[in-house]
């Protein structure tokens, strides 16, 4: 049998990379090795690719590591860690690191999990909504659109990967059902009718294996993928069904989500006002059908649901 193509995969320990591991894992006669990359491979989290998986250490602040990690490699799953430090430089930084690494090891196809870059749809000089950091909209969005001619100017094959919000952040990042003062509960978004280009996060990782497996024709392009598109409306009826009690949709202004006062608020606010007011162009380059070629086994949200339902934690009032 011939010589399987080692994919080297940043963030193997978590939602994204590890959805790409565990689909070349699943896959034993598809041509695919993965390498697990990850800062301490003697965690737990890392050990337990091991079984499957080859683990090396690598960081992305550290290029030599990273150089050292995709030696050798067919290709790479190149992502960032915004919510791990909030500085969308220090994504730029990185992504130019990756980039390099990559032509030095002379990877043949790199997937970059990217974003778009907001100010070609609202330039700084717009005020209907903040400009954050002094030079962007949305910040976690923004730089990794930015980063996108790092890959390109340094010759690497690249496919733009731009993902879409997880189902997950019900679980991770308190964005669920929260139970009012009057005991009633409610899923608070600041979208209005506007539909939410959602998808699994593991369903990520395995629409970037569809990518890596259908190869030379994607390098170069950008696939956007989504599992589903649904308003708030809709995804607050999902809950009551999964929850057994009702789940109102509480709409509320962009303005008023920035003011919230969570780190990331003010992002967050201005991602939705954008994936709002761009809801066409957004939704529509997430062609459902089109990520299900990638990866047939993509969940709607009420089968996401259904296996995740009960770890979504309800929020106490106040
Ligand atoms: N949440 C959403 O809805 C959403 C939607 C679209 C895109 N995104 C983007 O997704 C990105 C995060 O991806 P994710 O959710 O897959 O991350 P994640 O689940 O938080 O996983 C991060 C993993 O990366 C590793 N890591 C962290 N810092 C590292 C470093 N300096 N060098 C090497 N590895 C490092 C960690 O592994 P070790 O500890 O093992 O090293 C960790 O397990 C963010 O940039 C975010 O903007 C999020």
Redesign the pocket.
């Known amino acids: 049998m011939a010589e399987k193509k080692v994919i080297a995969v940043?963030?193997?320990?978590?939602?994204?990379?590890?959805?790409v591991v565990r689909a070349i894992l699943a896959d034993p006669d598809g041509g695919f090795a993965a390498r697990a990359?990850?800062?301490?491979p003697s965690?737990e989290?890392?050990q337990a690719l091991a079984a499957g998986a080859e683990v090396v250490a690598?960081?992305?602040?550290?290029e030599a590591s990273l150089e050292r990690a995709f030696a050798g490699a067919y290709g790479a799953f190149c992502?960032?860690?915004?919510?791990?430090h909030f500085s969308p430089e220090a994504?730029l930084e990185?992504a130019g690191k990756m980039a390099r690494a990559a032509k030095a090891a002379g990877l043949e196809h790199v997937i970059w999990?990217t974003?778009e870059d907001t100010r070609e749809f609202i330039p700084l000089s717009d005020d209907r909504m903040p400009t954050l950091g002094g030079r962007y909209k949305v910040p976690?969005?923004d730089a990794?659109g930015e980063a996108n001619h790092l890959f390109t100017d340094a010759g690497v094959p690249t496919t733009f990967l731009q993902?879409?919000?997880?189902w997950?952040?019900f679980i991770?990042?308190g964005m669920g059902p929260a139970r009012g003062e009057d005991g009633s509960l409610s899923l608070t978004f600041p979208t209005g009718t506007g539909r939410i280009a959602?998808?699994a996060?593991q369903d990520?990782g395995a629409s970037a294996y569809g990518i890596f497996k259908v190869g030379a024709p994607l390098i170069g392009k950008t696939v956007s993928i989504a599992g589903e598109h649904l308003t708030g409306e809709q995804m607050a009826a999902a809950f009551s069904e999964t929850l057994g009690e009702p789940v109102a949709f509480n709409a509320v202004t962009p303005d008023a989500y920035r003011g919230f006062g969570f780190p990331g608020a003010e992002d967050l606010g201005n991602m939705f006002q954008f994936t709002t007011e761009f809801e066409e162009q957004y939704c529509g380059v997430r062609d459902l059908e089109e990520t299900r070629k990638l990866h047939p086994g993509l969940q709607t949200f009420r089968q996401w649901l259904e296996e995740n339902g009960t770890r979504v934690p309800v929020a106490p009032a106040g």
């Open positions: 940043l963030g193997a320990t978590g939602a994204q990379g590890g959805g990359i990850t800062r301490d965690s989290a890392a690598a960081d992305v602040d550290d992502v960032t860690f915004f919510w791990a994504e990185q999990s974003l976690h969005y990794k993902t879409a919000f997880y997950e952040n991770y990042f959602g998808i996060a990520i």
